[in-house]
Structures are given as structure tokens and as C-alpha cells.
């Protein structure tokens, strides 16, 4: 989700929404939880179980935009405007509603009597101080960069908020604040300038969300409870308590979903074993379109003859990315890995989403989608590159799923097989991922990527943006001005045009390179409700709902 991470980042979710095949997508198998006499869920139904192999980074929203952080960060804090289940519009939350009241400005309206679980009270100068946070910190692993166009923000009274803007006609701007860049905090417990310890925030109940952390095993056992407080869309929760459990191991995950020791699971099962619980009797399988995307990061810094090599030049690196797209097959990788619940993906933007443009796909190998090593040799050996060159790659499977185990095993056969290529390939938890890719450790690592809202831009700002969440040092400023001029482009026709412009540059420079786009999927018992009837990229994992029929 990441969850955001988005986007979340796989973030997710919103995630990051975000967050992230069947393997990778959201998944939630459900075994149960009580009802009251007269068939209604109740409140204090007994504890709902979730499990998931995703590891939290941190509890801190400007912090953490990564999936596993967002599931818990999404429950436990609230947005001024949030993104019903099935929409991509966004409605009010904290908030009573959001006007535009300049060309540079919106003026948001806060509900009444707003209090924090610990009984602060939640006013205007909590959000300013959340956003004003945001900017400050930029942690290189937090949202801060979907708040490009945010010039300040203003609490001229406890209920009102008035955010002004850098650039006008900024109409995606209510949507990023339905992200993890909108999640409020409590100004009498996060520090300004710094980003707070887990157990500390976990200590002062700062909660504005349906639910509070009652105590916390980090990356083990997480327990929750309904905040009573909690005055947002959601309404009060169906299932009281709720556990998330922690697992090293996916098949252990899906060993305890068989033997219904665990109610719900949420990230990460193979394709395979979806398959397994799919063919169980009393479970049902939802599936819809999916925003999740894959792709592998070039490092500007650290791969082949980047710029902080010994051998540093400029037109070998362009050569050796460039040869590395032409060489990739992802009908290969969807079908071999994934059985096909993921497709192909030729742009950072994924299909489905207006303005998409899949330039990767004439631009390089056959010029039909599929490799070509005649094309990867050519580069190469007009760039004067000797071969074979030397491929560090990095993946991670306890936040993407056992099978990038898989799937990059075959990239590296892949690559390999085309002599062009040796690859060392190695994995790292994403506890220690996230703090080492930006970092410039890895020279080639695999990301994933789920929507914070539904707009091409929102896969391009976070990846090719001055202050990107990539963080790769790619920057270049054609593209940050094609991405600046389409976020206020009013004219749609005029705003295609430009996201096309915008991936076709980034995709003759191969800052990143997608690899495939993949579907959400729910598993459920068959006596569970409260899980959306039409799934679509905008689906959020999310407990309040949840309730035995």
C-alpha cells in the first residue's frame, strides 16, 4: 500500500495505496469474527487477526511512505480529506469540506471539538504544524516530495486552514492531501525538526484515526483498539480489536490461513499460494484492476560508470541502462513468476491511467516489447563499454514478496544470458533497505510503487522531481519542468501532451526501468463483509469496515 508507498512507496501503500501481482497486492484472507444476537457486527466482537510478512520502517508519517509502515500509520492517523473505497475523488475527513478561494490558495474547514486519543485537542495549528514538519524534515524515506507545489500554510482560526500554493490551477492538490503527506499529528508530542522513536509515540496516544495502539512489539505483534475519539468517514469500527502479526516466512503466513489460527492476511503470499487458498472451500477471491508497479532503480552515483566511479563518463552509464532495457523480457517475467497477474509494464505510469504512453516499448529491444541482444550489443559497443559489464543488483522479498526471489533470479539469467552482462545479485530486509539505498549503496535495486492518488503524475513527481523519493540522483530539468507545467495544465488535451513528453524523455535517459503492473486481489471467507464488491487501484486495506455477516 506505498500501502506508499504508496505508492506508496510500495509505499504504498499508501504507500503509500501504497504499497503494491496477486502475490504482492492487497490480500485479506478473513476466517472470522462474532456478530451481535441479532446478526449485526458489534463493536466488541473478539480480536480480528491480521498477518503479513511487510515490516514497519517506522510510526512517524514523515518518516516512513512505504507500505508495511502505512498499513498501521492509515489506522492510526487521519487525513483532512480521504479517498472512499472504489473513487478517486476525494471527500472530507477531518475536514467539513475545501474551497478554492484563489488562484494559488484552498481554505480547508475543520470539524468541531476534534481530539487526539490522549485528549489533546486537534485544531488548525496541529495541520499547520504537520505540513510546516513535513517540509522541514524531508526525510529521504518520507512523503515530503507529493508537497512540491506547497508554498505555506496558514491557521488564521482553530477550525480553518489555508494552504497557498507555488503555482496556480493546482487541482490535483486535494488529492495529495488525502495522502501520507496529509496525515496530521499531535504538536504536543512530535518534535519539530526531528522525526520521533516509535515506542515514544506509541507512549503518548497521539491517535486520530479509528484506531490506537494499545501495545507494540515492533515487526512482531501489534495490537489495536477502536478510538473512541475518531470522528472521520470511516465511522466507528465493526471489529473493536485488531492484532497484526508479524512473519518471516510467507508459507508459514499461508499455513496459519489454512489451519484459521489468523482471521486476515495482508502482504505478501507467491502467486502459488493464492492459487492453494483459492481452490479452499468457504473462500472467495476478488480481484480488480491494480495500480502496483515494479520496476529497478539505476543509482546516477554508484552504477556502472556513474558519476562517483572511478571510471566515471556519462555516455557509458546512458549505454549500459539503455543495454539493460534492450535485454529485459517481461512477458517472460510475467508469465514464468507470476502467472500472468502481472503485465507488462513500458512506462512509469501504468496502463489504464489517462496519459499514459508506453515509450519504453518502441524505444527499445525489438521495438514490439520484447529484448533484442543484437540492440544491447550495438549500444554498447558504439559507447566503447567493454563487456561483459558488471551488474550489482539488490531486491528485497519480505516487503515484494518471496518471489522477487524468483523474479530477479530470471532478470539475472536474463541479463546473463545475453554475455553482455555478469550480475551479482544479493537481498536485504526492508528495515535496512530503504535506509541503505538512499544511501547510494546499491547501484541497480528493485522498488515497487502504489498510487497516493489516481494521476499519471503521481508516477511521475515521486520518481523524476528535483527532491524525488527515488533519490537516485537523476535530475534533470526538461523533465521537472514538463511535470511542473502538467500539474497545472487545466487544458486535458494540453496535459496529455505533456505527460507523454515527460515519460518519453525520462525513457530515453533510463533513470528507472518499469517492469511490470499488476492487479489487486482480496481473499475472503465466504461469511465476511465489509470487503468493496468492485476493486480497483484505489482500494485501501482497511480494517474499520471488516465484520462476520
Excluded at 528495515?431 to 544511501?439: I, L, N, P
Excluded at 535495486?445 to 537516485?472: H, K
Aim: hydrophobic letters at 35%; charged letters at 20%; glycine letters at 8%.
Amino acid at each position: 500500500m506505498a500501502l506508499h508507498h504508496r505508492a506508496t512507496p510500495d509505499r504504498p501503500l499508501r504507500s503509500g495505496l501504497g504499497a503494491l501481482s496477486l502475490g504482492t497486492a492487497f490480500l485479506l484472507a478473513l476466517t472470522g469474527c462474532t456478530s451481535s444476537k441479532d446478526g449485526s457486527a458489534t463493536s466488541s466482537a473478539a480480536a480480528l487477526t491480521v498477518g503479513t510478512t511487510d515490516q514497519v520502517t517506522g510510526l512517524d508519517p514523515a518518516g516512513s511512505w512505504d507500505a508495511g509502515s502505512g498499513t498501521i500509520e492509515n489506522e492510526v492517523y487521519a487525513t483532512l480529506l480521504s479517498q472512499p473505497n472504489g473513487s478517486a475523488k476525494v471527500s472530507p475527513d477531518l475536514a467539513t469540506g475545501i474551497r478554492l478561494t484563489g488562484p494559488k490558495e484552498y481554505t480547508v474547514t475543520l470539524q468541531k471539538g476534534l481530539r487526539f486519543a490522549n485528549g489533546h485537542e486537534l485544531t488548525s495549528s496541529d495541520v499547520k504544524f504537520s505540513f510546516d514538519r513535513d517540509l522541514r524534515i524531508a526525510d529521504e524515506n518520507g512523503p515530503s516530495s507529493l508537497l512540491y507545489n506547497l508554498a505555506s500554510v496558514a491557521a488564521p482560526d482553530p477550525t480553518t486552514v489555508v494552504f497557498t500554493l507555488k503555482s496556480a490551477d493546482d487541482t490535483l492538490f486535494p488529492q495529495v492531501l488525502s495522502t501520507a503527506a496529509g496525515l496530521v499529528v499531535d504538536e504536543q508530542v512530535f518534535p519539530a525538526g526531528k522525526l520521533l522513536d516509535d515506542k515514544a509515540i506509541v507512549a503518548a496516544k497521539p491517535w486520530n484515526g479509528p484506531y490506537g495502539i494499545t501495545s507494540y512489539d515492533k515487526n512482531s505483534l501489534v495490537s489495536f483498539t477502536a478510538n473512541p475519539r475518531y470522528q472521520g468517514r470511516l465511522g466507528t469500527p465493526k471489529t473493536k480489536n485488531v492484532r497484526l502479526k508479524y512473519y518471516t516466512d510467507a508459507s508459514n503466513l499461508k499455513l496459519d490461513v489454512q489451519q484459521g489460527t489468523i482471521d486476515a492476511v495482508y502482504r505478501t503470499l507467491t502467486t502459488a499460494d493464492l492459487d492453494d487458498l483459492a481452490k479452499q472451500k468457504g473462500v472467495e477471491v476478488h480481484t480488480g484492476s491494480g495500480n502496483g508497479i515494479r520496476y529497478i532503480v539505476f543509482d546516477f552515483a554508484t552504477q556502472p560508470y556513474g558519476t562517483k566511479t572511478k571510471n566515471a563518463d556519462s555516455k557509458k552509464a546512458l549505454a549500459v541502462r539503455q543495454a539493460v532495457a534492450d535485454s529485459v523480457d517481461r512477458a517472460q517475467l510475467a508469465q514464468q513468476v507470476y502467472k500472468n497477474t502481472y503485465q507488462p509494464l513500458y512506462s512509469s505510469v501504468p496502463d489504464g491511467l489517462t496519459g499514459a504512453s508506453p515509450s519504453f516499448r518502441s524505444r527499445y529491444g525489438d521495438k514490439k516489447g520484447g529484448p533484442d541482444k543484437a540492440a544491447a550489443a550495438a549500444r554498447l559497443r558504439a559507447a566503447k563499454v567493454s563487456t561483459p559489464v558488471t551488474l550489482d543488483l539488490q531486491y528485497n522479498s519480505d516487503h515484494y514478496g518471496s518471489s522477487s526471489a524468483d523474479e530477479y533470479a530470471l532478470i539475472k539469467s536474463q541479463l546473463e544470458a545475453t554475455g553482455l552482462f555478469r550480475v551479482n545479485l544479493q537481498s536485504t530486509e526492508w528495515t535496512q533497505y530503504g535506509k541503505d539505498r538512499v544511501k547510494h549503496l546499491y547501484p541497480l535495486y528493485q522498488l515497487g510503487w502504489y498510487a497516493d492518488y489516481l494521476d499519471a503524475d503521481n508516477y511521475l513527481s515521486p520518481f523524476y522531481s528535483a527532491n524525488s523519493w527515488v533519490a537516485n540522483s537523476y535530475d534533470d530539468p526538461t523533465v521537472r519542468k514538463l511535470i511542473q507545467r502538467e500539474e497545472t495544465e487545466t487544458d486535458a488535451t494540453k496535459r496529455t501532451g505533456l505527460l507523454k513528453q515527460a515519460q518519453d524523455r525520462a525513457a530515453a535517459q533510463v533513470p528507472l526501468l518499469p517492469l511490470l503492473q499488476g492487479s489487486t486481489a482480496i481473499v475472503t471467507r465466504d461469511d465476511v463483509s465489509g470487503v468493496p464488491a468492485e476493486l480497483d487501484a484505489t482500494y485501501q486495506f482497511r480494517w474499520a469496515g471488516l465484520a462476520k455477516k
